[in-house]
Every structure is written in structure tokens, then in C-alpha cells.
């Protein structure tokens, strides 16, 4: 399996403090990847230096064997990214959500309007509430128009930060299933889940990461079988 995603030793700073340090991750073409750990891990801080919405202190990351430098390169190169909490326009419509996430899309409307179609046939609900505002929909179909929104552009590689946060299990199995389908149609994901067990299900590889830094790479049968989760979360909650 070639390497879609290759990050190496990315460190992300805030001010003096330092979130990620020195972490080391690749996906591969197809594959499902967890990256799991506990509140402060610096999970989100990972996604955010790939995109570069944050810029890494250190470390390089290449998508496609290309750098990513810039959050419009890591679009164009193929990365999009669903953040934590979802963060849909509230007084745009579904619609009018999708249509802003197919803003770098290079071709004529009617491609855009082919894209939209595609993404209500995936999420049907989101094609019964095109015309609705988006602060109007349940914390589910937000989820469902964050998703759609990153798919717009046609991604190679999806980032998910967080998919079940504050969604009934219902409405999570549910994404998960459309997630699923994704990637057996080629898509590669990068996933952060707070419910570990349902992130080891579905993903080829894990890595535990605990105070900024990766305490475990493998599969998910060797994590479990080593302790890792345990370990990783133990370890974040020492002092």
C-alpha cells in the first residue's frame, strides 16, 4: 500500500506552548486511520498542523508526495477536512453550505451542481432540507452537511475530527455506515473518535497519542492486545 499521507516529526505550538511534538503518521491509499487519545492529547492539533490552519513549528508533511504549506495547497492536493463541532454556516442553507465547500473546485457550475447532487443522494435528509437554514438542523444533519461540505471538493483523503460528538449512537452508526461506503470506493480517512472501540472497528491502523506526542502504532487487534488504549489514556491522566 503506497502512502497517500506522510507526516514527519510535526511539532504545532501555541504561543509557548507546545500542543504536538515530534509525531509521525502516514495513511495509505485506502485505509482507514484512528488516531485516539484522551482530552489533550493534541488530536486536533495533529489535523490542524496536515492542513496547516495551524503552521507547524517543525516537521514536514506531503500529501501525494507534494508539501502541504498552505491550507488552499492541502485542498488542492487533495485533503479535506471536517472539523470538530461540525462549524456549518448557520444562515446559509444546506445548499448554499455545500456550494461554499466546492469553492476551489475548478470546472463550471454544473459540475458543482452534479457534486451537490451526488452528496444528497449519500445523505438523502440533507436533499429534503437543501433549501433549509443550516442553524435549523438537527446536531445529525449538521454532522451530515460538515461532511457533505469537505466532499464537495472532491478530497482524496478525509480528515474527521470528532464524527459522533454529542449525536445519539443511532445518528452515529448511521455516518458511520456513509463513512464506510466512502472508502470502499476509494476514499482514505483520517479519524479522531471519542469512542474508541467504534474507531477500532472500522480502521486499518491506529495510533494512541498521549501529551502531544505518539505512544503506539498499529492495528487495532494489536492495540488491544498490547493495552495501548489503556495505556495512552492512563498515561494522559497521570500528573
Not at 495509505?28 to 513549528?57: F, H, Q, Y
Amino acid at each position: 500500500m503506497s502512502d497517500l499521507l506522510a507526516v514527519r516529526g510535526l511539532s504545532v505550538s501555541y504561543g509557548p506552548v507546545t500542543a504536538v511534538r515530534g509525531v509521525s503518521l502516514k495513511v495509505g491509499e485506502g485505509e482507514i486511520v484512528a488516531l485516539l487519545g484522551p482530552n489533550g492529547a493534541g488530536k486536533t492539533s495533529v489535523l490542524r498542523g496536515v492542513t496547516a490552519l495551524v503552521r507547524p513549528s517543525a516537521g514536514r508533511v506531503r500529501m501525494g508526495g507534494q508539501r502541504v504549506d498552505d491550507p488552499s495547497r492541502a485542498v488542492a492536493l487533495g485533503i479535506a477536512h471536517v472539523p470538530e463541532g461540525r462549524r456549518v454556516f448557520p444562515g446559509l442553507s444546506v445548499r448554499d453550505n455545500l456550494l461554499v465547500g466546492g469553492w476551489g473546485v475548478s470546472g463550471r457550475t454544473s459540475k458543482l451542481r452534479a457534486r451537490q447532487q451526488e452528496i444528497f443522494e449519500l445523505f438523502p435528509r440533507l436533499g429534503e432540507r437543501q433549501q433549509q437554514l443550516a442553524g435549523q438542523l438537527s446536531g445529525g444533519e449538521q454532522q451530515m452537511l460538515a461532511i457533505g461540505r469537505a466532499l464537495m471538493s472532491e478530497p482524496r483523503l478525509l480528515l474527521i475530527d470528532e464524527l459522533s460528538l454529542g449525536l445519539a449512537p443511532l445518528v452515529v452508526d448511521s455516518l458511520t455506515e456513509r463513512l464506510i461506503e466512502l472508502n470502499k470506493a476509494g476514499m482514505s480517512l483520517l479519524l479522531i473518535e471519542q469512542f474508541v472501540h467504534r474507531a477500532l472497528s472500522i480502521a486499518d491502523r491506529v495510533y494512541m497519542l498521549s501529551k502531544g506526542r505518539v505512544v503506539f502504532e498499529g492495528t487495532p487487534a494489536e492495540a488491544t492486545k498490547a493495552g495501548a488504549v489503556e495505556e495512552a489514556y492512563l498515561l494522559g491522566a497521570a500528573t
